[in-house]
């Protein structure tokens, strides 16, 4: 792993962001308790403003951080967000690369990285029906980019083998993050205090994680991520898929519809491990068995 120093004797800048359905006090209450003597930026979204649409959310975010520039233009930076308020700053970041060398740390708690499956459910077509569009959206490649830069922790919660109840653990997940899961739903985990220790650890040694090495399943993964509209799936129903491909190394591709005729595919190592899941709508169906059928042609 590459380790990035933190600035030890001279005070940074704490931003921590609260997300959906939510204000501003849990978050603050979490920051506070991490860095008490840290100057804390907690912008308040408004409860039901968070129904609506990200973007407007992002600009008010975007205008409290650019008032805390000017106000403390050599101040480093770390920020903390939960669930939407991960995405909120992942967007943040793409669009002010120039910000990354003042940010030492990036902790995202219960963010649906790669997009949260109910908003999938919700908004199928990307219509733009309230939040849901905004939340369904997959934002790996954007998160990828940042975390190969700024030391990023990703923290999820796992109550039933797989989520926090509303997010997915593999929604989590991307290339180069430090990955954590602690067994909290998703409301309780933005300021649990198991958060703490694990935000603390990572602040005394943060790392930017290497790129998992080369493998059957890896690959498998890497290219049924990139098909229009697929959604990740939970790893429930994994089991009751039957084997479509053995690749090389003895990992497998497996593919099930549920009862309403989803199509899901499901990824699983040479040690017969649960690796990856995704499903698709009638209308990115095609796309998927185009590229199952490319894989199982390899």
């Known amino acids: 792993m590459q380790s990035r120093p933190m600035t030890q004797a001279s005070p940074f800048l704490l931003f921590a962001q609260h997300g ?4 501003h006090h849990a978050i603050q209450g979490l920051a506070q308790s991490l860095a008490p003597h840290a100057t804390i930026i907690a912008p308040d ?6 129904w609506w649409r990200i ?35 992942l967007e943040l970041l793409q669009r002010h690369p120039d910000w990354w060398s003042r940010v030492e740390a990036l902790v995202l708690v219960a963010s649906p990285v790669g997009g949260a499956d109910l908003g999938r459910i919700l908004d199928p077509f990307g219509w733009g029906l309230g939040i849901a569009a905004d939340l369904g959206a997959n934002r790996r490649a954007i998160a990828a980019q940042i975390a190969a830069q700024i030391p990023t922790l990703s923290i999820a919660g796992d109550v039933d083998g797989g989520s926090d109840r509303t997010v997915l653990v593999q929604s989590t997940q991307f ?15 933005k300021n649990h205090p198991d958060l703490i220790p694990l935000i603390h650890q990572f602040w005394a040694h943060p790392t930017i994680a290497p790129l998992p090495p080369p493998s ?32 090389p190394d003895g990992s497998t591709l497996r593919l099930w519809h549920n009862p309403f005729g989803v199509l899901h595919v499901f990824v699983f190592d040479a040690d017969g491990d649960y690796q990856y899941g995704g499903f698709v709508g009638r209308r990115d169906r095609a796309a998927l068995l185009a590229t199952v059928d490319h894989l199982t042609s390899l």
């Open 55 to 89: 973007h407007p959310l992002i600009a008010t975010v975007e205008q409290a951080a650019l008032q805390t520039l000017r106000t403390h233009p050599d101040h480093p930076w770390r920020i903390i967000g939960h669930s939407m308020g991960g995405l909120i700053w």
């Open 216 to 247: 059957d399943h890896h690959s498998a993964i890497a290219h049924l991520r990139t098909v229009p509209g697929i959604t990740d799936a939970h790893p429930r129903d994994a089991t009751r898929a039957p084997i479509q491909h053995r690749f």
């Open 175 to 189: 290339n180069h993050a430090t990955q954590r899961t602690l067994p909290h739903a998703h409301a309780p985990l």
């Open 45 to 50: 979204l408004g409860w039901w403003k968070t």
């Open 20 to 23: 959906w359905a939510d204000t």
